[in-house]
């Protein structure tokens, strides 16, 4: 897989691109970055990027030459996806990070100043994507943003099986980590983990998810795909009178009852 970043600041991606998980991807020949600098392809003696926007307004736009001058070189409008970072796109998500791992080749656009000149977009652009709503500087960190999760992704680049583990394919938040010492400062280890007791660990693993995806993203609880064992936990925990085997449609769609508890932290 290569990321060809066409951006002002190349200089931003050079820790980024030397740490470990990544650098250690290109090693090995799985993960290639070409940094391209849009302003090697500005022609005029100061290679100005950016002019007034037209219609007025503040703020500068990105001129549409040098990038078309960029794109082109690397060989853009071959069918390659081009991704433009911009607060106007899609957000970014596991699920799109896992469509673009499919590609061979990813050309990512990092705008500055208010953005670039919409003719550029209108003719390479493939893919709008933002990464949230908050305001960056520019989408250089969006770039590294896409970049490590897409990287991530790639055949061979991290191990397998702790892809299969991640809370995002199972819709669930992480449950809680904990390493020696047993005893920190007082705080112990909870003892079902010291306990060797697999299944009962897993069980409390799950149960642990639910309570931090109650308390920090109940929206992902009202999804489909949650396993079985997980709705039938959930619905135990927001209806402890119902008991097993008892229903209640309305909560067993992922609705909430007022003073069901999902308010707060029940600290348990
Ligand atoms: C005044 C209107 N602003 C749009 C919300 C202007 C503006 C803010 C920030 C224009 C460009 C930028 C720079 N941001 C990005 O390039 C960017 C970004 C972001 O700010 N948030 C989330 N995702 C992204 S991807 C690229």
Redesign the pocket.
Known sequence: MTFSIFTLFPGLFEGFVRSSILARAIERGLVSVRLIDIRDFATDRHHVCDDAAYGGGPGMVMKPEPLAAALEASGAKAGKRVVY?????RRFSQRMAGELAKEEEILLL??????IDQRVIDAFVSDE???????????EV?AMVVVDAVARLVPGVIAEDSLEEESFSRGLLEYPHYTRPEDFRGMRVPEVLLSGHHEKIRKWRLLKSLEKTMKHRPELLNQDGLPAEARELLREKRNPRLGRGATNPRLERGEREEGDGNERDQGT
Do not use: M
């Not at 970072?85 to 796109?89: D, K, R, S």
């Open positions: 970072l911009t607060p106007a796109g990092c705008g500055r100043y208010e953005g994507v933002s990464i949230g709503d908050y305001v960056l500087s520019g989408g969006a």
